[in-house]
Every structure is written in C-alpha cells, then in structure tokens.
C-alpha cells in the first residue's frame, strides 16, 4: 500500500451533504445498517469496505438510484430522501458509474455535451419559439465541453467516436460529462476501476487538481493507495455498518478497518 496520504485540509465549510441513519433492506436482507455520515463543502471524502460492505448500496442510495428502507439524506440543507434522481441531479448532484455509461453512436464531443442537456432542452414548443437562444447556447455548451475535454487531455479526440476510445480515456470522457453540469458535489462510482498505474496516477492528479479548485468529491474506490492519496477524509464500511471514520492515518491504524478490509498487515492496496 501506498503510505502517502492527503495533507490538504479544507477551511472549516459547512456541511453540503448527508446521510443520516440510513438503511436498506432487501427482503430480509439489511445491505446498509443505520449509516451515518456528512460530507463538508470542499472536502474529497473516500467511501471504502471489502466486498459485500454497503459501499455501492450507499452510494445508489444517496444519488437517488436506490430509495431507503429508514433514515434520511439532506443536500444543501434539503432534505432530499425522497426526491427523484432527476431532481438531485438538478440540484447539482453528479455522478459516474462503476461501469463506464457513454453513448457509443456519438462522437466524445458530444458525449461531454449530453451534460448539458439539463441546461438546453426546456420542451420541444419552447426550443421551437426560441430558436436563436437555443442554438447560441448550443455554441455556449460546445465550448465549454471542449475546455472540459481540453482539461482532461482529450481535446484532440472530440470528433472521434466514443467507442474507438480505451477504456481509460473513456473513464475521463464521463467525468467530463459530469462536470458538464457545473455539480455542486462529484459522486465518483470507482473511477480508477480497469485503469492501469499510469492512468490511475493521472486520473489522481486531476482529481486533486478539482478539489483544490473547491469542488466536492465522494468517492467509492477499491484501490486504497488512491484513496488515501486523494481524500482528506474516509468512511470505512463492513457488512453494511459504519466501522471507522477519519483521516487516512487513523483509518490506516484502526484495528477494525485492518481486520475487516486491508487483511494481515494491511498490505493489500486493493480489494
């Protein structure tokens, strides 16, 4: 395992996301068992556990692809556990999956663009009656979706299909079109998953880059080095409960966490 840890501490912010007391059965089955925790404005939060812990369930959870059984979850001091995912969304809630979802009919341009779909399509009357104003701000988006792909180094591949894309350069083409949406807080759903140590680096490096820039990061991941480089502070789950929570040192020397996720010694850096 990688002993570097994040050193950024964010000024003290106020909360921006939370779950609290949040469960989910299925059937008799308890996947998250009473779990709690915030995300601050600014913060990288890491969410981690072995196989099996909860963590993608929280997460389905909190984006709203999931409904809870018990609890609740609040986003810019909303209580938003029953709003629709669509609606999180258009607080400013951005997510990408554990599985790359692009379009691979359309060029990486305009996959970016579907980002901003939110922000151009109001009704097929009103595009109708206001057609100058869509088409300019269909200018707008495409710049901006190239600036985005620019920042992530795909700039000179927006006219190429999606699909003729490795899989890592499609990993940023998402997170492009997740920033699309100007998103108050980027739900990332194990980012570095299929990427080699090369473009997992990178993938750190840019991440770190957004988060320094103020924008707010929860992260599922199972590459734990990662995550201890990245995050300034980590949720530690097992068999769907909360069993640790702080930075990357205390977490790294919690005797539960060693237990139950990084096994004999803690040598393991993924699960």
Same mark, same amino acid.
């Given at each position: ?24 059965? %299925?059937? !008799? $089955?308890?996947?998250?068992? =009473? /779990? ?9 939060? @890491?969410? +981690? ?53 692009? %379009?691979? !009919? $359309?060029?990486?341009?305009? =996959? /970016? ?9 109001? @009704?097929? +009357? ?146």
């Amino acid at each position: 395992m990688r002993t570097q840890t994040a050193s950024r501490t964010p000024i003290e912010a106020p909360q921006l996301m939370s779950i609290r007391g949040g469960m989910k059965r %299925f059937g !008799g $089955l308890v996947a998250v068992d =009473n /779990v709690s925790f915030d995300v601050r404005q600014g913060e990288a939060v @890491g969410l +981690i556990g072995p196989n099996g812990a909860g963590k993608s369930t929280t997460f389905n959870l909190i984006t709203g692809v999931d409904g809870l059984s018990a609890g609740e979850i609040f986003f810019k001091q909303e209580n938003i556990t029953k709003a629709p995912l669509h609606r999180r969304s258009a607080m400013g809630m951005a997510r990408t999956f554990q599985i790359v979802r692009l %379009f691979s !009919g $359309l060029t990486v341009l305009e =996959n /970016v663009m579907l980002g901003f779909h939110p922000q151009l399509v109001d @009704g097929f +009357i009103p595009s109708l009656l206001r057609f100058r104003k869509v088409a300019a701000d269909e200018r707008r988006c495409a710049q901006r979706a190239m600036e985005l792909l620019q920042f992530v180094g795909l700039a000179p591949r927006a006219d190429d299909l999606i699909s003729h894309l490795p899989h890592g350069q499609q990993r940023l083409v998402e997170i492009a079109r997740a920033l699309a949406s100007e998103p108050g807080i980027l739900l990332l759903d194990e980012p570095a998953a299929g990427l080699n140590d090369e473009e997992t680096a990178g993938l750190g490096r840019m991440l770190r880059l957004l988060n320094d820039d103020g924008l707010t990061i929860l992260i599922v991941e199972h590459d734990i080095g990662f995550i201890m480089g990245l995050c300034h502070r980590i949720v530690v789950l097992d068999h769907g409960a909360k069993i640790a929570e702080g930075d990357a040192a205390s977490v790294q020397s919690d005797p539960k966490v060693i237990e139950a996720y990084l096994g004999t010694g803690g040598a393991h850096a993924k699960n």
